[in-house]
């Protein structure tokens, strides 16, 4: 048989081992004047794996502990070697057809390395399932449903965690870099939309305060009361995620406005408050928050002019540990209880 090149030449091959039932890869070449005078393709299993020495400085220069992986070569003689004069047409020289292990049933096929691949497509899917908390095992029990099984998938769970990596990987340190990109794009192309961040003097990203065109027009209608919460720490940033939320005229809660802390002290949150501030342009009537010191002097020095009250449920959860049973679940006692909070109302 003749090629009109290599990789006309590799295809092949790779077609032929694929039905024959084992996996094949590129082996060595030998050049003269700049051409390609010989090329092998080999099978998968050809040679062996070399042998590790123990080297006392490599084991102190790498102090964590090596996986011990074993080797799938076999030392299989199976190839074919390819000829060319003048390095164009390529034409089978030598091909050896034995193997020295045995072949991988076609129902098997799928999962030898060489015809494992995730398409662009796949990668997408996985990336975008990531970006809704869905880890690469789920979006690959998404793709075998999705495709009619897992053998149609072209890849395997491993394969799907091995992207993810490799994405982790190369993002590293400059995930905080991305993110501030993204939030300044947005801002230079989005007339209503605000974004604030602020760094240490390690360049350290140390707070976050993003709100969009709906979050504005949501403060517009329902800005009278607001409330922030500063409770969720579930990220391995250990970053304080600080939403700001609102009542709408159906009873239901809209977002004002978002932010990320790396602290919860009194610096941190006149930050959040005053970008919010400067965001909106105008402060709240009423600031509801859970008893917390620094939110409270925080609120003090940059909504001065709010009035701020704690959260209904924190004092009535509270409650039952101040007064008797009786006491607290007296409707007339809770309704006293509302007015005291929210009017300063107090009746003997």
């Not at 065109?213 to 304080?240: P, Q």
Request: charged share 25%.
């Amino acid at each position: 048989m003749e090629f009109s090149s290599i990789e006309q030449a590799y295809v092949f091959y790779q077609t032929y081992a694929k039905k024959a039932g084992f996996s094949a890869r590129k082996g060595g070449e030998h050049h003269v004047g700049g051409i390609i005078r010989s090329k092998y393709f080999v099978c998968s299993k050809e040679g062996h794996k070399p042998q590790a020495f123990d080297d006392n400085y490599s084991k102190l220069s790498k102090p964590y502990k090596r996986r011990n992986r074993p080797s799938i070569r076999t030392g299989c003689k199976a190839q074919i070697k390819l000829c060319s004069t003048d390095g164009v047409l390529f034409k089978v020289d030598k091909f050896v057809q034995s193997h020295n292990h045995s072949f991988v049933c076609p129902k098997d096929m799928h999962l030898l390395p060489a015809y494992r691949h995730l398409s662009e497509t796949q990668e997408e899917m996985i990336w975008e399932l990531g970006t809704l908390n869905l880890g690469p095992v789920k979006a690959f029990n998404i793709m075998r449903k999705r495709y009619g099984g897992f053998e149609n998938v072209g890849a395997t769970k491993d394969d799907c965690k091995n992207f993810r990596a490799r994405i982790h990987s190369y993002i590293g340190q400059y995930d905080a870099d991305m993110v501030i990109n993204r939030l300044t794009d947005k801002k230079k192309f989005m007339v209503d939309y605000s974004f604030f961040h602020s760094v240490d003097e390690n360049k350290r990203l140390t707070g976050l305060f993003w709100a969009d065109g709906l979050c504005k027009r949501n403060y517009a209608e329902f800005g009278d009361v607001i409330s922030f919460d500063a409770t969720f720490k579930t990220n391995k940033y250990k970053m304080v995620f600080v939403p700001f939320t609102g009542i709408d005229n159906h009873c239901r809660n809209v977002t004002l406005g978002a932010g990320l802390l790396a602290s919860e002290s009194i610096e941190s949150y006149k930050w959040l408050l005053q970008s919010f501030l400067n965001s909106f342009g105008k402060q709240p009537n009423v600031v509801v928050t859970d008893q917390d010191p620094a939110m409270k002097q925080a609120i003090e020095a940059v909504f001065d002019k709010s009035r701020h009250r704690l959260c209904m449920w924190h004092i009535m959860k509270k409650l039952a540990d101040k007064v008797e049973h009786q006491l607290c679940n007296n409707e007339d006692f809770k309704r006293r209880m509302c007015d005291i909070v929210w009017t300063d109302s107090i009746t003997p």
